[in-house]
């Protein structure tokens, strides 16, 4: 896993109380730097949305381009790689 992915999960379990006291210190230095602040922001505005009385709530216009945008850069998952299926039964002599 890469420290950026990490350092989110970490902020996002910290701001949950689900962060364990062993990864606290690395991740309040982490939140002194840009990419911490940043990341801290954006789960913050996460929360802030989530808890937030949505009746009425309109999307500006150009929220799918910025949506698209922000998921073009996500990494996709590795698919699994395919076996052969094991056989119940003994090879055939040779």
């Not at 910290?14 to 990864?23: F, I, V």
């Not at 913050?44 to 698209?68: C, H, K, M, N, Y």
Request: charged letters at 15%; a negative charge.
């Amino acid at each position: 896993m890469n420290s950026s992915h990490h350092l989110q999960q970490n902020i996002s379990a910290m701001l949950d109380g689900e962060l364990p006291a062993s990864e606290t210190e690395l991740t309040l230095a982490a939140l002194a730097m840009p990419e911490g602040q940043a990341a801290w922001h954006t789960y913050q505005l996460i929360g802030d949305i989530l808890r937030a009385d949505q009746a009425g709530a309109e999307l500006t216009p150009d929220f799918s381009a910025r949506l698209a945008a922000r998921l073009a850069q996500e990494v996709a998952p590795a698919a699994p790689a395919e076996t052969a299926p094991l056989s119940r039964h003994a090879p055939a002599a040779t």
